[in-house]
């Protein structure tokens, strides 16, 4: 999972994506850069779609770990059962 961090760099403070490019803006503080660093994770996060969405197969709700997670795991075993893998 890619994480954002913060970074200080002489009296500024800059937030950094997982490949230690800098994303936005200097900031003067820690605690806005802390802010601006949490927004971005979560955008990042949501443009995964992580979280709970419905199954492809069963439309049931389910925790998915990222966009390539779309089968329930009941469906997932079932998919795999089946000797299809249907859910990467
Ligand atoms: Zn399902």
Known sequence: MAEYRVQ???DAFLVL???GERVGPFWANELAAERERLRMQVAFDTRLK?????CLSCNAEFQSQ???????DACKDHAASLGREMAG
């Open 8 to 10: 200080k760099v002489r």
């Open 17 to 19: 994506n997982a490949e």
């Open 50 to 54: 992580r979280g709970l969405r419905p």
């Open 66 to 72: 990222g966009i390539h997670n779309r089968l329930c």
